[in-house]
């Protein structure tokens, strides 16, 4: 079983969307404080309304996995913004790349209980996430 249908289980056992809007406050509460040098305007989701950073790095024990640390300042995309970083940390950029934004939405029921505007917020979120990995492989060509 995958990352994501994992995630749909957790979904599907909650039930309502208040009980799944309270899991995501939860997850954004847990997700590990972004240090203050990592909120940089790089690091800035541009296009979403909330104020979000997400930055990649390798993994220093396989430089083939990429891992993200992000923060946010509005809970409910704080815990969307986790389970991306759930989704997407420990992968390969190839893994990364992949990641289908309109499946995660489908999957979850993100499509029908979030605002076009977080839709959009997300989409976003996602964009700059496979920007920064193809930034991180791109210094590996050139440092290789």
């Known amino acids: 079983m995958n990352r994501l249908d994992d995630m ?75 389970l991306l970083i759930q989704l997407v940390s420990d992968r390969t950029s190839a893994a990364v790349e992949s990641l289908d934004v309109d499946e995660f939405f489908g999957k979850l029921g993100l499509d029908e209980n979030l605002s076009p505007n977080r839709h959009f917020g997300v989409y976003a979120i996602v964009e700059l996430m496979k920007q920064q990995v193809r930034t991180l492989d791109a210094a590996a060509l050139n440092a290789g």
């Open 8 to 82: 749909v289980d957790i979904f599907d056992l909650l039930g309502d969307w208040e009980q799944r809007y309270t899991y995501l406050v939860e997850l954004g509460e847990g997700l590990p404080q972004l240090p203050e040098i990592h909120r940089t305007e790089e690091n800035r989701v541009k296009g979403c309304m909330s104020q979000v950073w997400v930055k990649a790095y390798r993994d220093p024990t396989d430089p083939a996995l990429i891992r993200f640390h992000g923060d946010c300042d509005t809970s409910i995309i704080k815990g969307v913004l986790a």
